[in-house]
């Protein structure tokens, strides 16, 4: 428990000395020890990232396996980057409080962790809500922005919902087994699944609709436009990465840990389940990307860019581990580690505008080239890798989820990958064109504070190696990951 007690510790830390220091002192020092709690946490997690046997707690309620830790470290990562490149770099118009901002993000994160870690329904639900209501306040610390309380006001009764939505399927399951825990939960329905087999298929709508909405898939993604737009850009970066990494966390979890293994394979069920997540990642891409060609605002652009990234997150998990086709999880995890250095680079970018010259439109960026050519080329790393095109970690990250559609063959599902892929070429080339080819007739300089400039450059960098050498990062996660040991934990 090493690396989520740093979390609690920094963050009781951080909060009594924003309350000690006075006023006008500046709140930098908060930033840097907040990152130096991630980095310490980090650290822990590496020295137990190894391929031996999982620790478990509380009758395997919480787990310290390699799925978790291997998810554990995305998380740090995304919070890390986002902490570094705030220092800084925000305005006291963007958030009034930011203290609260520094040390707010070490339990949201904390959050994440433990769902990531559960093994036990209660135990998944806890971290579920430390990640959810953190967020809430996180996008609501923009207070005299109306676009920031608007978000924040749907995020908060949007997000209540699918919580509720999300412990109503728990209560089925939990009324059909007696327990709480997720291989106690398989074993129990497993041996009379016939008879309770409607309560099942309730349950498991419940479910998909509750964490659908958690990673902004398809039709349940209506707040992402909104709250993304609202919120500090910091903000918004750790929605779409963090907090939807720790989602997809428990959707494999208990998607794969109740319904996906065990004699339920041999219901009607199992085919169904798998099924409906292929027709919510595909309504994802379609509407995602289609949507996102109509967009002016970078944020709303991006929001969309997240949705249609949440259905190729969602695809390893839709197709079943099989005889022809067992590397889902090390697909799934090599897309979110290249999702989360493009997406955060790319926030980045929005970041260095916003405080050069006070724009987030996409024609913010016209000339950017002409007047920051280190940027811009940074930018178009990133830009690329988002597209999906050779020599990217986007593109080989997509590459490796649709061989794994196609060795499982769910023809048509593949068929949507390429196509909403194309279709989102227009608009991220749309990016590269208001970067080279149109030109900001104000002028405007663009300055980049160093935390900014490391953070972007270490993002493009990052995605230029997945994609020159992805095969040492997918080799890295397999041989850490055990499929049996990991994820089906049968007692």
């Not at 319904?259 to 309504?283: C, N, Q, R, W, Y």
């Not at 493009?342 to 913010?364: P, Q, Y």
């Amino acid at each position: 428990m090493a690396p989520e007690l740093t979390l609690v510790i920094a963050a009781v830390v951080l909060s009594l000395l924003d309350l000690l220091l006075p006023r006008q002192t500046n709140r930098t020092l908060l930033g840097w020890l907040s990152l130096a709690g991630i980095v310490i946490s980090g650290l822990f997690v590496v020295s137990y990232l190894h391929p031996a046997e999982p620790k478990q707690l509380l009758n395997l309620s919480y787990r310290i396996d390699d799925f978790a830790n291997i998810i554990k470290l995305i998380l740090l990562t995304g919070a890390g980057l986002i902490t570094f490149m705030s220092i800084g770099s925000i305005k006291k118009e963007d958030i009034s409080h930011l203290g609260e901002f520094y040390y707010l993000l070490l339990p949201a994160t904390l959050g994440g962790m433990i769902m990531a870690s559960s093994g036990d329904l209660i135990t998944l639900y806890v971290g579920l809500e430390v990640l959810s209501i953190t967020s809430y306040i996180l996008v609501a610390m923009r207070k005299k922005d109306l676009q920031a309380n608007e978000g924040a006001f749907k995020y908060i009764v949007l997000g209540g919902i699918s919580s509720a939505i999300i412990l109503y399927g728990m209560s089925f399951l939990y009324g059909v087994s007696g327990s709480t825990n997720i291989s106690e939960i398989n074993t129990i329905i497993s041996q009379d699944a016939a008879s309770i087999l409607p309560y099942l298929y309730l349950s498991f709508f419940l479910l998909l609709a509750g964490f659908s909405f958690k990673v902004a898939a398809a039709p349940f993604h209506m707040w992402a436009p909104d709250v993304y737009q609202g919120a500090a850009t910091p903000v918004t970066a750790f929605l779409a990465v963090v907090s939807k990494a720790a989602a997809f966390a428990i959707l494999f979890r208990v998607l794969y840990g109740v319904f996906a293994i065990g004699p339920l394979m041999e219901t009607p069920l199992h085919k169904d389940v798998l099924l409906s997540l292929m027709v919510v990642a595909a309504l994802a891409m379609v509407l995602g990307n289609f949507i996102a060609l109509r967009q002016s605002n970078m944020k709303r652009l991006l929001a969309y860019s997240g949705i249609a990234n949440s259905g190729y997150l969602l695809v390893p998990i839709a197709t079943q581990f099989s005889m022809v086709h067992f590397s889902n999880f090390s697909e799934f995890a090599f897309y979110l580690i290249a999702y989360l250095f493009m997406n955060i680079g790319i926030f980045a970018v929005l970041m260095i505008l916003e405080r050069s010259t006070g724009d987030e439109r996409i024609s913010g960026l016209a000339g950017l080239y002409y007047r920051a050519p280190g940027t811009a080329v940074a930018a178009v790393l990133l830009v690329l890798s988002l597209a999906g095109l050779p020599l990217s970690g986007g593109f080989f990250g997509k590459l490796y989820i649709m061989l794994g559609t196609l060795q499982t063959q769910n023809y048509w599902l593949a068929a949507v990958m390429i196509g909403t892929s194309v279709v989102s070429f227009y608009y991220y080339f749309g990016l590269i064109r208001q970067m080279f080819m149109r030109s900001d007739f104000e002028s405007r300089e663009v300055a980049v504070p160093l935390p900014l400039g490391i953070t972007l450059w270490l993002c493009a960098g990052a995605s230029l190696v997945l994609g020159i050498v992805p095969q040492l990062v997918l080799n890295w996660i397999e041989r850490i990951f055990s499929l049996t040991q990991d994820l089906f934990f049968l007692g």
